[in-house]
Nanobody, 123 residues
Framework: QLQLVESGGGLVQPGGSLRLSCKVS????????IAWFRQAPGKEREGVSC????????HYADSVKGRFNISRDDGASTVTLTMNSLTPEDTAVYYC????????????????WGQGTQVTVSS
């Protein structure tokens, strides 16, 4: 059973950085593409970034390209989202989700989600 747990959220000033982690409990870990989505108050959940099962392909929303980086550590079964140059528009609950093999922007095609971690960007 695929289970995911996010960590690393918090309060940060505009221009600052945060690193989110997604710990995945599933075997084998390299069966799964892992994505980060986010949901701001009153808005739909939107895709932020995704990394495929082998870590060869990474995808980013236009709004975060050049600022966010996604990586995976197969030994630790963890996917990390490094977020730089944060703005108040990045404020949201961030969720990681998993699906077999390849990334997709379709939220409903992910098998399971974590509980989310709050990111607040404010001065």
């Amino acid at each position: 059973q695929l289970q995911l747990v996010e960590s690393g959220g918090g309060l940060v000033q505009p221009g600052g950085s945060l690193r989110l982690s997604c710990k995945v409990s599933a075997a084998p870990f390299n069966y799964y593409a892992i994505a980060w989505f986010r949901q701001a108050p009153g808005k739909e959940r939107e895709g932020v970034s995704c990394i495929d099962r082998h870590g060869r392909e990474a995808h980013y929303a236009d709004s975060v390209k050049g600022r966010f980086n996604i990586s995976r550590d197969d030994g630790a079964s963890t996917v990390t989202l490094t977020m730089n140059s944060l703005t108040p528009e990045d404020t949201a609950v961030y969720y990681c989700g998993g699906r077999h093999f390849e990334c997709t922007s379709e939220r409903l095609q992910y098998l399971s989600w974590g509980q989310g971690t709050q990111v607040t960007v404010s001065s």
